[in-house]
């Protein structure tokens, strides 16, 4: 196995860990416009960071559940994209550890 072979708890985590940052945003009313796989950072004592922060913004008005939701969705559908060629039990593993993490966290 290569360095970067992963458990599935492990990609569990790092996902759980997303989903998270993700809520914690949004019930600070913080939106990022461009939420994809791409955009996050794993630091080597893993820690997640969200990056390309250019377009993100504090609207004036509360984000609504289906403005969180969209955003949400975003991220998932880059999931599914970027794991196309992946085994669909880690991707699965990914979406489902997020949504939840992010349920949890809201």
């Known amino acids: 196995a290569g360095d970067r072979d992963h458990s599935i708890t492990e990609i569990e985590t790092v996902a759980s860990s997303m989903g998270s940052l993700i809520a914690k945003l949004h019930r600070l009313n913080f939106f990022h416009p461009d939420l994809n796989l791409m955009n996050f950072l794993l630091d080597s004592k893993h820690n997640i960071h969200i990056l390309d ?53 809201m």
Do not use: F, H, M, W
């Not at 289906?66 to 880690?90: D, F, P, T, V, W």
């Open 53 to 105: 922060l250019d377009k993100a913004s504090v609207p004036e008005n509360l984000l609504t559940d289906e403005k969180k939701q969209q955003n949400i969705n975003r991220l998932i559908r880059s999931i599914n994209k970027q794991g196309q060629n992946a085994n669909r039990l880690y991707v699965q593993a990914i979406v489902s550890a997020l949504q939840s993490s992010y349920r949890g966290a």
